[in-house]
Structures are given as structure tokens and as C-alpha cells.
């Protein structure tokens, strides 16, 4: 069942995460989410169900959200990712943390970080417009602190305010 | 002399005399935003903790065995692995863990850290692996041999009670943990008098916390101090860190307990308390190096205490008007394996007579030993259950005489003026059941003025003649909240100028960094900005409780206002020294103490401590100073609080799918004073999300074997965004009398009456068919099959 | 919930990843999208000694027009199937199942070809397959072979591939004129996996009677369930309301689905008829509106 080596394979992995390059060792197994917690001191994204459900650990891997606890760091190598600690340019809050903020969009905080990236990804693919669009982009995230109200406003809000005026519904 | 400023605030609160925003009361957007939103929390794995250790837990896949032998000698030799520990390996610390809410009469059996003898769920810890890290630490789980001899399993209520039913323990004499009777009035009698009674029957399963962050905790034990330091993601610091003391026999003050800064959720099941806490700690002083346990959501699935089914067969006594005139419940409750606490079902127990006027009461409680993880408070904690099962029947009683049932609410709904309201019965706190204040049927109104009751109505009846199945359904509710013994708060000015509040309680969401330093900014007088709270630690304040039942911010805001009351006082009085003037009519201007009749004269917070904390070394301190500006204080309520609400549900039934769909939704919310209506309304919505999770999504099954089937989100499903609706809610506040801010609790009440208001909706779309909606959650199958009058198939 | 230790390789030829199948073969196991994988891993329900992540095999990310219909690439991620306009309008049953496919953050890694290989008897993309009548090409050291779609699912997670085998694509021909697809569902929340779920195809002759039709089943059966009765009562109809009526029968009674703690036997059985109607209703009103147009 298992390899015969008492030691783990280990491999290196070349990743740029928020712009910056990183080169580190990992051990095969070890999971995208856990490679960038623990190796890159990355600890914004967060690990809650670790088979790809809660969306706590969504990232954007060349550009695509994608679940962190669901691939490998090894197949990671090459890739450009972007994670939380990545979205307030000089410390200042991105439109969407603004709006989060303001909301009251966020309460334990765990989730929040696979809910940006969830939306980032989803605002920069055109605008959210209607209540029903905003539940859909957040419908690959749970959440057990808000129920989701705060977090539809802050969609709308950051939707106009990145893409302009609504279109006539 | 005082100035209009300080007249004015008086009468509205403490004396503010500051011209500013009154904080209390203000939707003051949050202090911790910035760090959860930038990726800066402080999780406990987010923790910067590299020595650590990791653990794994080997936990039973039996629901009952004896445990006839154990073999960890291959897991030792793994590469990786520091240590293996079963319970025999952990006798010392091996004492029973108490229930957290007891009863006299209760059949305590004894729940160790980890099991010893004999397994009585599956998930119970039996050993733990230490390794270097949790990959290697998982891979050593499977090296383990433990042999097993299989034993009955009990896997439900009517299992445990059943006639010959094998016992859960071996040990016990029975499978009840408890049985408790509650009576007000003569409700036999009544019963048999009165001109109509209705019975029925209702199972209620509900589920688990799921907070997105699993268990966690983690432990250094200082070998020079010899204190040991804990991390734990918990609700409540104070209660684990006494456990610990316990367990270890170690001096309470030689333990410090830490919840993170960020907990990511609790909702109940954090408030408990595990062996897993008692075993890290443990592990960290046998082999003297950092441990952690980061528990994971399989474990979180099948050894979390949850919520699980209770079954109430209620009669209701009424008379031609719809009036009650008696009540009898007779409930059973599945406790699972341990009695970790009776919270729960005593809480079922005295919530069932909810708003209404009931002369004759009977409340009766089976709590039952099954062999499925133990049964603990999760949102809401025992109150749904009893919601579901009193609204039920109001709805049963409107049906049966033909009246609308928001009018058969109305004629039993206590009345504005009846307050303090003596229900009759006893409530979990030891005193009688005595709600606070209220003003039920305004709730009631408003919320179906919102809803549009009177219009959806007309247009059940239209939409019914094209094939639609509208249902409208309504729930009331009581929620005892702000619950003692008590709850702590310390204020000090710190020597750079700062207030720094220190409450007991630890939060995991709520706000307290936020919602305190407005409680402490009115109390003080002064500017937020030089107010800092922090929270959650046994080392920087001796006693507290936690956050449970919605109790904090009517414990602990009372503490911190009255903590702060009381620093204003002793800055004011060290200012006056200072200052050489008689008189104690100071403001805060920003970080200045000033003369309220000449601002100029004034000193700074600064100044004020150098002189009365750091003081000067070998000088005689100034007449009259007293030392140190820290003071502290304990709030004890008399009683419990009671919030109150009013849900009310339009759905439409698919008949052919049995899919629910919720089209309106309105909740009317009464938690006395609102301290912040930002953080207020989070928590009902977020409350109503778990409300609709249990009303329609969330079921946890065991099989007859006791074997969890839903042990992962594949098969387990929690509310998104698209399954909860959009909902109008709206707040009256009738302040209680019982705490200086007039404040009950917000946690549990967007979640409390939501399976009964979605029950009664669902019925009421089916009542041409005459479908009887008996159990929740109201899944499609159950819909469809009670559509064809059958019950679901075996599973 | 961490993955069991496994040696891990990751060929850059598909003659270097089939070499390694032939190697390691029964323990052996191909990473693609990883979104049914990897969760099994973590579970441990499934510690391969191998693990041969083919992502970054060259040619295998194409959606290709054939000769006569479309080729899927084994790498090909269900978030680009979907955006693919091309594909959606010469293929509707396929974009329209791929909505309900958990979550665009799983579409996004998860390929086409994994969920085939995968083989879960409630997903949605093998019920779709074999309603299109998908062949899938299956590669070993030294042959290729195509196994069509009906007997490449074999049993609940348990499909044709070999263990030396890789699954390099599938291909189904375009619908002809006139056929009229439509994919129904009941999840108990958005992205579930479907309680049952049903796929049809109906391709109509000029006169408007069906002229052939493919009604595949999902989550009621081991495998994706061609309800061949169904089929036959709805071939050389105009799909009519009574006959609408007696396909859900038909329905009913072609399947006997176990119950599990999400819906017991009864209801899928009575589910499934359900969706069977309205998947068939649904086809008519699109070809009617296609008539009047």
C-alpha cells in the first residue's frame, strides 16, 4: 500500500503567490491549502471541511477560484496564485473588504477569506446586478455566523462601484 | 453643580457627559474587520506555534464495545511518531468529566477523557497519537490494533426505552439519565374536564454546530513556571480551565487558558467541554513540548456533541374560543452516550408554554442514554424542539375549530401588562419561571402586518384554484437568555493612557471588541478610540462563565458598565488630587481629564497614571490617591431574561417533489435594549440561517448499529446562500428590568421558531390533502409521503 | 483528514503515464481535476501507492469538432466545456447538466473525463454521456480502445478503464436536427448531488412524431439507467400529455433505486417518474416554441 522509503518523497515547488515568487520543499502529499499556511506563513486562507465543500480555503490559481484543500502544492509548480493577504494594496481595503466592512458582511472572520477570493474572481468575470446573481456567486461558500444578507449588499455595492451604474433590469 | 449635558445623560444612561455619539445604541462598524479581512486573524492554527506537535485521535467505529486490548507498538516505531497514549496510558488524569448542568435525580454515568473499558459512540477518543505532524500523526492512526468485543448498540429514544432494552452502559440500572416532571396548576384534572382536547405527535432532529472552524487546542507547559499555557478554541475559558485544574489537580491560577483572539464559530458545541482539551494539555506536560490537536471535519462530524431528536407527544386542552386551558408534553430526549450536560432537554422542559397564558401545565422530561456522540446546546439549545411542538398545536387547534391561527394566538398571548409574568413552573436557573417584560402582541402584529398576512390569505385561496399550494405559518416564541450566575469584566487604565477593558467571556463572532468598547465609551465618557477591550483569558481575570444562551451581553455588558462606572469614579477622584481641586465634575476630552466648568484645567490619562499606577520610586504617593486604577466587576442577574419573537412563513409545496420553497419570510425581534443594531441584526440572520438549516436541510442520521451515515458535507447538507431567503426583520425593544442596560440576548432567535414556522407552513399548503407534517426537518420525502398519506420508508 | 503517503509522478507523454500505469498498475491511481480524488485521499477510502498526475500531458486540453461530432480532452476542465459557446449551442444537454455540477470553484478543476472515470452513479456528466451516446477512448501501453458509454459504466464507481488504461477522451457525435434535450434534477440543496436526476435527448422527424430518443436516469441505479420503456412509449409519439403520463408510469416501474439517509427507495422511485414527465414536458414546449419560430 504504502511506498517503501521510510522517508517522504519530498519535491520543490516554484510558486508566485500575490506577485511574489516563492521556492520551497514540500513534501508530495502535502495539500495547496497546508503548503501555503504552513510553509509560505500564509495562514489567511483557512482549512474548514478539507474535502472541497465549505470553501473556506478557495484561492485563485492563474486567475480561477479553486478549493486549496483539493489539490496538491506539487501541482501548484509553475502557477500564479492569489490569496487574501494579496487583495488590500498597501494595507488599504480593497472595494469589496470595504464593502464587507461596512456591511457587517463578516462575523467569526474563518470563512471570509474563501468568500473574497469566491467573489474577486466572479467581479472580475462582469458586473453582479440582482440579489439572485449575488446568491449564486456566494453559493460555493458556506457560512454559519451570517446568513448571507450582509454579504448580497456587499456584492451589489462593490459590483457597482467596480462596474459602474446597473443596467435597466 | 452639574451641568444640562450631564442631566440629560443621566436619565438615559450612565453619566455621559460627553458631547459625542451615544455609543450605545450606535451600529458602530467593527474593530476586528481589518485583520479577518486582510488575512491576519488569529485562528489557533493560524498561531505561529512551529515547535508544535501535532495529535491525532483514534476514536471508536463501534457504538458500543468492550475494549478488550490495545497494541500501539507499530504506531511507536513510525518515523515521526514522539508518543502513543490510551486511556490506561493516562490513569492519573482519568476522572470522570461532570455534567455541566446536572439534576439531583440524575443517573450520572461516568465520561472519562478518553475511553477505558468499554466505548459507548462511535467517535469517542480511545487513544492519541503525538507526532511531528498530523499527516504522520494520521498515518500512525492506522497502525493502531485495538480488539474489540461488539456490543448492543442503542440508536434511538424508543430503542433506550423500549421494553428488555439492552443498556447503553453496561453499568447503568436503566437507559434513562433523567426523569423530571413539571407542573403548574392541576393538569390532569383539567385535562380531563375541559370541553376539548387534541393530541399530537412530533419528532424534531436537529444537528450540529458546524462551525466552519473545527475543535482546537493546543498546550506549552513552562518547566520553570510550571504553569501550563492552553489555547482552545472555546466558548467558555474559565469552565475548561477549571476542568483542568480538576483533572490535574493543579492550582487554577497555575493554568492560564486562552481563546484565540479569532474563534471561527462555536454555536454551542465550543462551550463544552472534552477530553480532547484534557488530554493535550496533558500530553504537552508528560513529554514537556508544545502539542496541538486541530480537529478535523470528520471528527467534527462524528464527536462534536450536537443536537439530536426529540419526540413530544403534546396534548392541548382549549375551549370553544380557542382559549388554553391546559397543557401536557411528554417528551423524550436522545442525551447520547453522556450526559455532558442537561441544558438541553431542561431548557425544552420550561420553554414549551412559550407566550401563551396556560393555567394548567405538564412538562415531562425522558432523557435517554443512546449510544451516539453526547447531546449538547447547539443555536437555539433545546428550545426549537419545544417551539416546534407547542406551535404545532396552536396551528392543530385553529384547524380543528375552524378559526385563523393568528387569532387562536392572539386570545392566549400574555398581555403587555402582565409582566413580571409567573408562568407557573421552574426554569433551568432554579427559579420560577418568570419572564422579564415582553410585548407579545405587538410582535405578533407587526410581524404579520409585514408579512401581509391578511393578503396572502385572499391569494392562497386564488392561487390554490390554479394548482399552487400556498401555506402561510406562524411562530411564536420565549427565549430565556442573559442566564447567571454570573459574568466579569475588569477596566484599567493602563500606564499609556488607555482603558483596557478585560472581559471573561471569549467571543467567535459577536463582536465584543467592538460592542464592549461602546458599552465602556458611554460608561466612561469617553472617546472609544483610548478604549481597548481584550478577552477569553484565565490569566488576565480570575473568574467568568462564557458565551452560551445568548447570556453575554446581559452579564457582561452590565460588568463592564459597572466596571467602568467605577474607574471613571477613581480617575476623576486621582485628577481632583492632582489638580488640587475640590470637586468631581470631570470630562474626558479626547485623552484629557478635564474641569467640566474650565476645560483647561486638566491633566492627562498619562499623567494620571504615572502618578497612581507607576507611581515614583520611594515617594510617598499624593494624600488621598488610591493605588493601581483598576477596579472589577461581577454582574450576577436575579434571573433569567426572556427575548421573544414572532416568525412568519409563506411557502409554496411542489406536490409532485414535496420541495419547499420559502416566498416570504418576516421576523419580528424583541432583545430589550439593542446595543448595536449592526451587530444585532447579524445575529438574527445568521441565526435564521441555522433556523433554516434545521427547518428543512439538516438531519443527522445514525443507523440502527449506531453508526453515523452522515459523516461529511457529501452527505450532510448545510444552508448556502441560495437555500436561505431573504428576510424582513424588525425589532421592538421592551428593556429588561433586570440589568442596568435593559439588555436580553440576540443569538437564538432568527433560529428558534424557524422549523416550527416552516412545519406550520408546510401543513397548512397541504390541508387539502389533510398531510400531516409531524416531523422536521420538512425534507422532500417526508413532504411526498406525507402527500401520500403514508410515513417515509424504512431508510 | 490528510492524504496517505503515496510516490508521485507526473509524466510530460502519455506513453510515459501509460508506462507507469502498466507498472503500478491496481496501485495506480490517475490525477487530473482531483475533485473526486482527492477527497478520498483525505478520507483514506482510497490509499493508491502511485499517484500519476496527468495535467501536464501535451494534446489532452482540446474540445475538437470531429467528423461528425465532438471530442473532449481528457485535461479538459468543466468550467471551459461550459463556456465553450460553440458547445453549448451544438450541445445543450451537455451545458445544462454542467450548471448543476457542484460549484464553479470545483468546474473549475474538475475535468469532464474525471467525473466519467470516477464513475458516481448520481452525477450528473455520466447520465449526460450516455444519453449522447459517448464513446470513450481508453489508452494502454501499446492500444487504444473505445468503449461506448453503456458499457463503460459498470457499477457504482466502477467503470471499463482497465487498470493499465487511461482515459485520454470522449466523443459523442453532434445531435441531429430536430432533437430537443433537457436535463432535470432534485438536490436537496444547489450542487448536491442530485437525489435522481434525469437526461433526455428526443430527436423529432420532420412531421413532429419522435423519431428516436435516448431517457437516462441518474442516482437510481449502480449505473447511469437507460429507461428503455420509457423510451419505447415515447418513440412515434408527439409526446402528448397521455403519453407524457405513461412514460412517468413506465418510469415508476423500471427502476427500484436503494434508499439511503438522504431519500428513502419510495421517493427516488416516485422522484425519478417525476422528473422523467417534466424532463419529457420540457423537450415538447422547447420543440413547440422551436415550431413556431
Redesign the interface.
Known amino acids: 500500500m504504502n511506498p517503501e522509503a521510510s522517508e517522504e518523497a519530498a519535491t520543490q515547488v516554484r510558486v508566485t503567490v500575490n506577485g511574489r515568487e516563492h521556492r520551497a520543499i514540500t513534501d508530495v502529499r502535502t495539500t495547496l491549502a497546508d503548503f501555503l499556511r504552513h510553509k509560505l506563513g500564509l495562514t489567511g486562507t483557512h482549512l474548514g471541511c478539507e474535502h472541497g465543500v465549505c470553501g473556506a480555503c478557495t484561492i485563485l490559481l492563474d486567475g480561477a477560484a479553486v478549493r486549496s484543500c483539493l489539490m496538491l502544492a506539487v501541482q501548484a509548480d509553475g502557477a500564479s496564485i492569489e490569496t487574501v493577504e494579496g487583495l488590500a494594496e498597501g494595507g488599504q481595503l480593497s472595494p469589496l473588504q470595504a464593502a464587507f466592512h461596512r456591511n457587517h458582511a463578516l462575523q467569526c472572520g474563518f470563512c471570509t477569506a474563501g468568500f473574497l477570493m469566491s467573489i474577486t474572481a466572479a467581479l472580475r468575470e462582469g458586473p453582479v446586478e440582482t440579489d439572485e446573481h449575488a446568491r449564486e456567486v456566494l453559493s460555493g461558500n458556506i457560512c454559519r455566523c451570517t446568513g448571507y444578507a450582509a454579504m448580497i449588499k456587499a456584492v451589489l455595492e462593490t459590483s457597482m462601484q467596480l462596474h459602474g451604474t446597473r443596467a435597466a433590469s | 453643580m452639574s451641568r444640562p449635558g450631564e442631566r440629560e445623560a443621566a436619565t438615559r444612561a450612565p453619566a455621559a457627559a460627553a458631547p459625542k455619539q451615544n455609543m450605545i445604541g450606535a451600529a458602530i462598524e467593527r474593530r476586528e474587520d481589518y485583520r479577518l479581512l486582510t488575512g491576519q486573524g488569529e485562528f489557533l492554527d493560524d498561531l505561529d506555534m512551529p515547535d508544535a506537535l501535532e495529535a491525532a485521535f483514534l476514536r471508536s467505529d463501534l457504538g458500543h464495545a468492550r475494549i478488550l486490548g490495545i497494541d500501539t507498538s507499530a504506531a511507536l516505531e513510525l518515523p515521526g511518531v514522539v508518543a502513543v497514549f490510551t486511556g490506561d496510558d493516562i490513569r492519573p488524569m482519568m476522572k470522570p468529566m461532570p455534567a455541566k448542568v446536572a439534576h439531583p435525580a440524575l443517573q450520572e454515568m461516568p465520561r472519562l477523557p478518553m475511553a477505558l473499558d468499554e466505548v459507548h459512540y462511535v467517535g469517542e477518543p480511545v487513544a492519541v497519537i503525538i507526532a511531528t505532524s498530523r499527516y504522520i500523526a494520521e498515518d500512525a492512526l492506522e497502525l493502531i490494533e485495538i480488539d474489540y468485543e461488539d456490543l448492543p448498540a442503542i440508536s434511538s429514544t424508543a430503542a433506550a426505552l423500549a421494553p428488555g432494552a439492552p443498556l447503553a452502559h453496561l453499568g447503568a440500572r436503566d437507559n434513562i439519565a433523567v426523569h423530571v416532571v413539571q407542573r403548574a396548576g392541576d393538569p390532569d384534572a383539567a385535562l380531563a374536564a375541559a370541553p376539548h382536547v387534541l393530541s399530537g405527535t412530533f419528532a424534531i432532529t436537529r444537528s450540529g454546530g458546524h462551525s466552519i472552524e473545527c475543535r482546537a487546542v493546543a498546550a506549552r507547559y513552562d518547566t520553570v513556571t510550571r504553569q501550563l499555557v492552553v489555547w482552545d478554541s472555546t466558548q467558555a475559558p474559565h469552565y475548561a480551565r477549571n476542568a483542568l485544574a480538576s483533572l490535574y489537580d493543579m492550582q487554577e491560577d497555575d493554568i492560564r487558558l486562552i481563546a484565540p483572539r479569532d474563534v471561527g464559530g462555536g454555536f454551542g458545541p465550543k462551550a463544552q467541554f472534552y477530553g480532547e482539551e484534557a488530554v493535550i494539555g496533558w500530553v504537552a506536560m508528560q513529554l514537556r513540548r508544545p502539542v496541538k490537536w486541530i480537529e478535523d471535519r470528520r471528527e467534527n462530524f462524528i464527536s462534536a456533541m450536537m443536537e439530536r431528536t426529540q419526540t413530544h407527544r403534546i396534548k392541548v386542552a382549549f375551549d370553544d374560543d380557542g382559549t388554553l386551558i391546559a397543557m401536557k408534553d411528554v417528551f423524550e430526549h436522545d442525551q447520547g452516550a453522556y450526559v455532558a450536560g442537561l441544558q438541553v432537554p431542561m431548557i425544552t422542559l420550561s420553554t414549551v408554554p412559550g407566550q401563551y397564558k396556560i393555567p394548567h401545565i405538564h412538562t415531562e422530561l425522558y432523557s435517554c442514554y443512546t449510544n451516539m456522540v453526547p447531546t449538547s446546546s447547539v443555536r437555539g439549545a433545546g428550545r426549537p424542539q419545544a417551539v416546534a411542538a407547542m406551535e404545532r398545536m396552536m396551528d392543530r387547534i385553529a384547524e380543528y375549530l375552524g378559526l385563523d391561527p393568528a387569532e387562536v394566538r392572539r386570545r392566549n398571548l400574555i398581555q403587555p401588562d402582565e409582566f413580571p409574568y409567573k408562568v407557573g413552573i421552574m426554569f433551568r436557573d432554579g427559579s420560577p419561571l418568570t419572564y422579564d417584560s415582553g410585548n407579545y402582541p405587538e410582535l405578533l402584529a407587526g410581524t404579520l402586518e409585514r408579512l401581509d398576512y391578511d393578503g396572502w390569505r385572499r391569494r392562497q385561496g386564488e392561487l390554490r384554484a390554479e394548482g399552487r399550494l400556498i401555506g402561510i405559518g406562524i411562530a411564536c416564541y420565549v427565549e430565556g437568555c442573559g442566564l447567571g450566575p454570573y459574568e466579569g469584566a475588569k477596566a484599567r487604565l493602563t500606564n499609556r493612557g488607555e482603558v483596557l477593558v478585560t472581559l471573561a467571556a471569549a467571543p467567535q463572532g459577536q463582536g465584543y471588541e467592538t460592542v464592549y468598547a461602546q458599552i465602556a465609551s458611554d460608561a466612561l465618557g469617553l472617546d472609544m478610540d483610548y478604549i481597548r477591550v481584550t478577552t477569553g483569558d484565565t490569566g488576565r481575570i480570575p473568574f467568568g462563565q462564557g458565551t452560551f444562551a445568548s447570556r453575554i451581553t446581559a452579564t457582561a455588558g452590565p460588568a463592564v458598565l459597572q466596571a467602568c462606572q467605577a474607574l471613571r469614579a477613581r480617575i476623576f477622584a486621582t485628577a481632583a488630587i492632582m489638580l488640587k481641586v475640590e470637586a468631581d465634575n470631570f470630562v474626558f476630552r479626547g485623552e484629557r481629564v478635564c474641569l467640566a466648568e474650565d476645560e483647561s484645567i486638566s491633566v492627562t490619562l498619562r499623567e494620571v497614571t504615572q502618578v497612581a499606577n507607576v507611581g515614583k520610586h520611594g515617594i510617598t504617593l499624593l494624600r488621598g490617591v488610591t493605588a493601581g486604577l483598576e477596579t472589577q466587576a461581577y454582574f450576577a442577574p436575579e434571573r433569567a431574561a426572556y427575548a421573544s419573537g414572532a416568525h412568519a412563513a409563506v411557502v409554496e409545496v411542489d406536490p409532485e417533489t414535496g420541495r419547499v420553497t420559502v416566498l416570504k419570510y418576516v421576523i419580528g425581534h424583541d432583545c430589550g435594549t439593542v446595543i448595536n443594531p449592526l451587530l444585532a441584526d447579524g445575529q438574527v440572520l445568521g441565526g435564521f440561517a441555522a433556523g433554516i438549516g434545521n427547518a428543512l436541510y439538516e438531519e443527522q442520521f445514525y443507523d440502527e448499529a449506531a453508526q453515523p451515515q452522515t459523516t461529511s458535507y457529501l452527505d450532510f447538507s448545510l444552508p448556502s446562500s441560495m437555500e436561505v431567503p431573504p428576510v424582513e426583520l424588525f425589532h421592538i425593544q421592551s428593556p429588561s428590568p433586570l440589568n442596568p442596560l435593559g439588555a436580553k440576548g440576540a443569538g437564538e432567535g432568527g433560529t428558534i421558531p424557524a422549523p416550527a414556522a416552516i412545519a406550520n407552513a408546510t401543513e397548512d399548503a397541504l390541508r387539502s390533502f389533510g398531510a400531516r407534517i409531524n416531523e422536521m426537518p420538512v425534507t422532500p420525502p417526508r413532504v411526498a409521503a406525507a402527500i401520500a398519506g403514508r410515513a417515509p420508508a424504512a431508510r | 483528514?490528510?492524504?496517505?503517503?503515496?510516490?508521485?509522478h507526473?509524466p510530460t507523454a502519455v506513453e510515459e503515464a501509460t508506462g507507469l500505469l502498466a507498472d503500478y498498475n491496481e496501485?495506480a491511481k490517475v490525477?487530473a481535476g482531483?475533485?473526486s480524488l482527492?477527497?478520498l485521499?483525505?478520507?483514506?477510502l482510497a490509499?493508491p501507492?502511485?499517484?500519476i498526475?496527468i495535467?501536464r500531458l501535451p494534446g489532452l486540453d482540446q474540445v475538437e469538432r470531429t467528423g461528425n461530432g465532438w471530442r473532449i480532452g481528457a485535461l479538459v476542465r468543466q468550467?471551459t466545456a461550459e463556456r465553450s459557446a460553440e458547445l453549448a449551442a451544438a450541445v445543450p444537454l451537455l451545458a445544462r447538466a454542467l450548471a448543476h455540477v457542484?460549484?464553479?470553484?470545483?468546474r473549475?478543476?474538475g475535468t469532464i473525463c474525471g467525473s466519467l472515470a470516477h464513475g458516481d452513479s448520481s452525477a450528473e456528466l455520466p447520465a449526460v454521456m450516455t444519453a449522447l451516446d459517448a464513446r470513450m477512448t481508453l489508452v494502454s501501453a501499446g492500444r487504444a480502445r473505445q468503449v461506448a458509454a453503456g458499457d463503460f459504466f459498470q457499477f457504482h464507481l466502477t467503470t471499463a478503464i482497465e487498470p493499465d488504461e487511461l482515459l485520454t477522451a470522449v466523443e459523442f457525435d453532434s445531435p441531429a436536427p430536430r432533437t430537443h434535450a433537457a436535463f432535470e434534477e432534485?438536490a436537496?440543496?444547489?450542487?448536491?448531488?442530485a437525489?435522481a436526476g434525469v437526461a433526455a435527448s428526443v430527436t423529432f422527424a420532420a412531421d413532429g412524431q419522435v423519431e428516436r430518443c435516448r431517457v437516462v436516469a441518474a442516482g437510481v441505479a449502480p449505473t447511469p439507467l437507460r429507461l428503455a420503456a420509457v423510451e419505447q412509449i415515447v418513440a412515434g409519439s408527439r409526446l402528448a400529455a397521455p403519453v407524457l403520463a405513461a412514460a412517468r408510469e413506465a418510469a415508476y416501474r423500471e427502476v427500484s433505486p436503494t434508499?439511503?439517509?438522504?431519500?428513502?427507495?419510495?421517493?427516488r422511485r416516485?422522484?425519478l417518474s417525476?422528473l422523467v414527465r417534466r424532463a419529457l414536458c420540457a423537450v415538447r414546449s422547447e420543440r413547440e416554441d422551436d415550431d413556431e419560430s
Open positions: 483528514m490528510k492524504p496517505p503517503r503515496f510516490a508521485y507526473a496501485d490525477l482531483g475533485q482527492i477527497p485521499l483525505s478520507f483514506r490509499a501507492g502511485h499517484l498526475d495535467n468550467r457542484a460549484h464553479p470553484q470545483i473549475n478543476r432534485l436537496l440543496r444547489r450542487g448536491d448531488f437525489l434508499g439511503d439517509s438522504r431519500a428513502d427507495r419510495d421517493y416516485h422522484l417525476v
